[in-house]
C-alpha cells in the first residue's frame, strides 16, 4: 500500500471514528413545568414566552404526548434512573420511600462505559447519589434561595437564587470536565415546584398583569366521583399564605428581604384592604399564583438559554444530545387546581422537548405515546451501550430519527400511590391511549371507575363509564388494562410498603 494511500486510509478511520465518538447529553430536569407554561406548545391562552426552550423544540422534537407512570416528584425520577414503573424501582410516594441506589440505573452504565456523569441539583430520593462522578445536590425539596446542598456527601452552602446557583454549578462542573471523555449532566431544578418564589430580577416581570382564566377554573366537579370532589388541592381552599407571598421567605439575606418586601408588601396592603371575597378572592390568587409560578419558569428559561450557549461557545453542539424535561405535568387552574398527581391530563402530561443533531430533523413534532421511563434506554443506545432486558421504557432513538417502530405502544399504563398523603389524592390506576382513559380508584369507600372520550370532552369533565355508547370501547380499555398490568407484573394488592399509615404533614396555614 502506497503512502498516500495509507495517509488517506488514516484520515478515512479518524474521520469516522470521529463521526462514531458517542454523544454527550445534558439531561435538564424542571420540577412540576406545567407544558401549558411552555411557549413551544402554542396554549391558548399565552401565559408566558420560553425563548430559550423554544430553541429547543425549533432545533429539534416537541413530544406532544410524553405521559409519566406515576405523577410525583420522587416516583418520577426513579423512573426516570431506571427505565421501569415504581413497583419494579420501589420508589411509591414522596411519604415513606427510599430509593435503592445498589439497583440498575442508565447513570451506572454510562460510567462503566467510559462517561463522565454528574447530577446537579434537586434528587428528592432520600438515598445518597450512586453512578455518578459528581454530584452537588439540594437536600428535601431544597429551598430557592441561599440553598444548603450536598456536595460529594460534604454539606456545602451558597448565597443567592437557586435556579442559577444550579446552572452556575451545572457550568462549572462542564469547564472542569476531563474533555478526552463523553459525559452525562443531569441539571435538574427545584423551579418552579411550590411555593413558587421568583427570582428578585424578575419580581416585575409581568406588571401586574391580569391572566387570563381557565374556563374551567370555577368546575363543580359534576360529572365525575368522589375522589376529585373531596381533594385537597384547590386554589380557593388549599393555598396558604407562604404560597401566596403573604408572608416573609426565612431564607432570605437582609438585602434580599428588602427587595422582595419592596415588591410585595404594596400589593398585600392592597389586597387586605380590598377585602375580596367568592369568585373575586379566587381570581385574586389566581393571579398572584400566575406571576410567581411563571416568575420561576424565567429563570428556568435562562438557564437552558445559558447551557445552550455553553454548548455552542465550546463546540459541543453537534455532538450533545440535549433534553429537556420535567417530573409531571402541572395544573394552572384548571378544574380550580394547583399540584399534579392525577391520570388526568395536565398531571399526567410533561413536556419533552430533545435536540439530538444530525438525528434529529429540526422543528418536528411528534403524537405518539412515550414516556419518562423511556430515557434509560434512549440515553444507552445512543451511547452504544446495550440494555438491559427487564426495563419497561423502550428507545426514543428511532423516533428522533422520524421512524415510529411498527410495534409502538398504542396504550401506557398509569398508577398513583400516595394516600393518605398531601393533598388528598385517592389512589387509582388505569390506562391512557390517544383517545380514551379508563380510570379505577380503589380506596375503601372511594371505590369506583371512570371513562373519558378526550375527543368528545378533551377537558375531562364527564365520565362516560357504563354508558351505553361506550360499551365495546370500555370492554376493549378493561382488557387492555389488565393485559398492561399482568405484562407489568403489577402485585395486586399493592404492596405493604406502599401503606401509608397516617398523613404525617400538618395542615397549612390558610391565609387570612
Not at 398513583?416 to 375503601?444: A, C, I, M, N, Q
Request: aromatic letters at 12%; one cysteine or more; a neutral charge.
Amino acid at each position: 500500500m502506497s503512502l498516500r494511500l495509507t495517509s488517506f486510509a488514516l484520515l478515512l478511520f479518524g474521520t469516522q471514528a470521529f463521526a462514531q465518538k458517542p454523544p454527550n447529553i445534558v439531561f435538564i430536569f424542571s420540577d412540576d413545568h406545567a407544558y401549558q407554561a411552555v411557549s413551544a406548545y402554542g396554549h391558548p391562552l399565552k401565559l408566558l414566552e420560553t425563548p430559550n426552550l423554544d430553541r429547543i423544540a425549533k432545533e429539534g422534537m416537541r413530544f406532544d404526548r410524553c405521559l409519566v407512570p406515576n405523577s410525583i416528584c420522587g416516583p418520577s425520577r426513579a423512573c426516570v434512573l431506571t427505565g421501569k414503573y415504581n413497583h419494579a424501582n420501589g420508589f411509591y410516594n414522596n411519604t415513606n420511600s427510599r430509593f435503592d441506589g445498589t439497583q440498575f440505573t442508565f447513570p451506572k452504565l454510562l460510567q462503566k462505559a467510559g462517561y463522565q456523569t454528574a447530577i446537579v441539583g434537586k434528587w428528592h430520593l432520600i438515598s445518597d447519589p450512586t453512578g455518578f462522578n459528581y454530584w452537588h445536590i439540594l437536600p428535601g425539596q431544597g429551598v430557592y434561595y441561599n440553598p444548603p446542598m450536598i456536595k460529594n456527601g460534604e454539606r456545602v452552602k451558597h448565597e443567592g437564587y437557586t435556579t442559577d446557583i444550579i446552572t452556575d454549578v451545572s457550568l462549572d462542573w462542564l469547564n472542569k470536565r476531563d474533555k478526552d471523555k463523553p459525559f452525562l449532566l443531569m441539571c435538574q431544578h427545584k423551579a418552579p415546584h411550590r411555593e413558587w418564589s421568583p427570582a428578585l430580577r424578575h419580581l416585575g416581570h409581568d406588571k401586574d398583569r391580569k391572566y387570563p382564566e381557565p374556563d374551567t377554573l370555577f368546575d363543580d366537579y359534576a360529572g365525575r366521583g368522589k375522589a376529585e370532589r373531596e381533594q385537597d388541592m384547590t386554589i380557593a381552599k388549599t393555598m396558604n399564605a407562604s404560597d401566596l407571598k403573604l408572608t416573609t421567605l426565612a431564607t432570605h439575606t437582609p438585602e434580599q428581604k428588602k427587595e422582595w418586601d419592596a415588591y410585595y408588601e404594596p400589593r398585600n396592603k392592597a389586597f387586605r384592604e380590598a377585602k375580596l371575597e367568592g369568585k373575586d378572592l379566587v381570581r385574586w390568587k389566581y393571579n398572584r399564583y400566575m406571576h410567581d409560578y411563571l416568575g420561576c419558569i424565567r429563570a428556568v428559561d435562562e438557564s437552558v438559554g445559558k447551557v445552550l450557549d455553553y454548548l455552542e461557545r465550546e463546540k459541543l453542539s453537534e455532538n450533545t444530545i440535549v433534553v429537556y424535561c420535567s417530573d409531571q405535568g402541572f395544573y394552572l387552574g384548571e378544574h380550580g387546581w394547583f399540584d399534579k398527581r392525577w391520570i388526568f391530563e395536565e398531571s399526567v402530561r410533561t413536556p419533552l422537548l430533545v435536540r439530538w443533531p444530525g438525528k434529529t430533523k429540526p422543528g418536528t413534532t411528534n403524537a405518539n405515546l412515550v414516556s419518562n421511563i423511556d430515557f434509560a434506554s434512549t440515553f444507552l443506545e445512543a451511547a452504544g451501550v446495550e440494555t438491559p432486558k427487564d426495563l419497561h421504557g423502550k428507545s426514543l432513538g428511532p423516533i428522533l430519527k422520524g421512524e415510529t417502530p411498527a410495534d409502538w405502544r398504542k396504550s401506557f399504563y398509569y398508577h398513583y400511590y400516595e394516600f393518605p398523603g398531601p393533598h388528598s389524592v385517592r389512589k387509582h390506576y388505569g390506562v391512557v391511549t390517544d383517545r380514551y382513559k379508563l380510570v379505577r380508584f380503589y380506596e375503601p369507600g372511594v371505590d369506583y371507575w371512570e371513562l373519558f372520550d378526550l375527543k368528545s370532552d378533551p377537558k375531562e369533565l364527564t365520565s362516560v363509564f357504563d354508558k351505553a355508547e361506550y360499551a365495546a370501547v370500555q370492554k376493549e380499555l378493561e382488557t387492555e388494562l389488565a393485559r398492561l398490568r399482568k405484562e407489568l407484573k403489577v402485585p395486586d394488592p399493592d404492596p405493604p410498603e406502599t401503606e401509608i399509615k397516617a398523613n404525617p404533614k400538618k395542615k397549612d396555614p390558610k391565609p387570612k
